[in-house]
Every structure is written in structure tokens, then in C-alpha cells.
């Protein structure tokens, strides 16, 4: 697939694929959703051809937006005018896929660019496991107090929450994934603030929310999301 380029560093890297390609976990006809993904649309071209079989996939995904081909492509942004652009493009009669890295996509976005390659190869997505904790030896019970002093409970470590999670400066995008954090739907986050963006906004704060700066609308959902994961 062609892209604009950016004038960042571009790297290539090939990765070996063995056993036979599976059906992409999308469907045969794309109209599956990718997991996990909001705003997904699906396209057929007129006229299918052996390289094209002409069916596509696009929408968003964790506040990134990503497009899957019925030919073994994928790409991923973080909008119209983003500053890093990755694509795979997978060839199934040598079992290899190649990586396309245009400037410096965050740490969320290769996350995204794993499940798609994933979703492509191996026709299922894995989400990472969770980290649990190890179940603590069980302590013999104890008559009276204990003859060693006990240690003060730590604080726990305080986790990045709403917009601290979001890496991108376009107050307009940020509105936009703060608005999917808060579980609304704005539609593409192309930086564009739209009827979709909107009526997502309004939807979580309330008609007055039209009289927001971005900023104060922000603010407003960081509220609003992170007093959710205080609960």
C-alpha cells in the first residue's frame, strides 16, 4: 500500500511465517469486526482481481485507526495528519510478511500493529495476559502479638489514568480518544471535531458540554473517567 512519506527513518523488517496462512480473524468477507475495535466499516471494490480480492476493513482501535486488506495489508495512524505511519503487507505463496515503520509510533500503537498482524497470520487475536500475583505462603495462625514490629503499609503506586494515557498533542484527537475512554463513539479520530465528536461529547457531559473549550472539555472526561476507576 502506498503512504505519504514523512521524512522520518523508515525501517523494513521481514518476518517468516511457517505453516499455512488461516482465514484473517475478520472473515473471508471482512464482515466480522476487528476485536475490540469501534466505528468499523466494511468496503468491496467493483471489480475484485487475484491480488486484490477486493474486500476491506477499517475503523478504530484503541484510539488508533487501522485498515485491513483481503490481500494481506494492514496499516496503522493516529489520524489524517499523523506524524508515524506503520503498514505490514504479507505475502502467502513465500509465507512472509514485511513491516513498514514511518517515524516513531507510541508503545500502544506497535500493541495495536501486533494484533493486526496477528489478526492476518494466525486468524485469531491474543491479548496480552495479565499480570498476577503471586498467592502469598499461608501464615500459621499466632496466639497474642507478634514479636516483630510491622512495617507501615505502603501507598500503592498511583497508575496513569484518562488523558495521561494518551500520547498525542492535536487537542482535537485527544478530545476525541478521551471521549472512547468514557465509552462514547466520535467517530474517526482524524483531528476533525465533527457532528459525531459532538454528539459523543454531549452524550457524556450534557447539552452545556457545546460550550466547552477543548480544553475544558477534557478536563471535564478526565474527570469523569478516572473518578469511574476510583469506584
Given at each position: ?79 489524517r495528519d499523523s506524524s508515524w505511519h506503520l ?145
Amino acid at each position: 500500500m502506498s503512504g505519504t512519506q514523512l521524512g522520518a527513518a523508515v525501517f523494513t523488517i521481514c518476518i517468516v511465517v511457517s505453516g499455512a496462512r488461516a482465514a484473517p480473524c475478520v472473515g473471508s468477507d471482512f464482515a466480522t469486526p476487528f476485536p475490540g475495535a469501534l466505528n468499523v466499516t466494511v468496503h468491496a471494490v467493483d471489480v475484485p482481481s487475484p491480488r486484490f480480492p477486493g474486500f476491506w476493513q477499517e475503523g478504530t482501535k484503541d484510539g488508533y485507526f487501522f485498515s485491513l486488506f483481503a490481500n494481506g495489508d494492514a496499516a496503522l495512524t493516529a489520524g489524517r495528519d499523523s506524524s508515524w505511519h506503520l503498514s505490514y503487507s504479507c505475502d502467502a505463496s513465500l509465507d512472509e510478511c514485511s513491516a513498514n515503520i514511518e517515524g516513531s509510533p507510541p508503545d500502544g500503537a506497535m500493541q495495536v500493529a501486533e494484533q493486526l498482524k496477528q489478526c492476518l497470520l494466525e486468524g485469531e487475536v491474543s491479548l496480552p495476559a495479565e499480570e498476577t500475583e503471586a498467592p502469598s505462603p499461608e501464615e500459621e495462625p499466632t496466639n497474642g502479638l507478634s514479636e516483630e514490629p510491622v512495617s507501615p503499609a505502603l501507598p500503592e503506586e498511583t497508575q496513569a489514568c484518562g488523558m495521561e494515557t494518551i500520547d498525542d498533542e492535536n487537542p482535537t484527537r485527544k478530545l476525541q480518544r478521551m471521549l472512547i475512554l468514557a465509552g462514547a463513539d466520535p467517530g474517526p479520530v482524524d483531528g476533525i471535531p465533527g457532528a459525531m465528536t459532538a454528539n459523543a461529547l454531549v452524550s457524556v457531559l450534557g447539552d452545556a458540554a457545546t460550550q466547552l473549550t477543548s480544553q475544558d472539555a477534557i478536563n471535564a472526561l478526565q474527570e469523569r473517567v478516572c473518578s469511574y476507576g476510583d469506584q
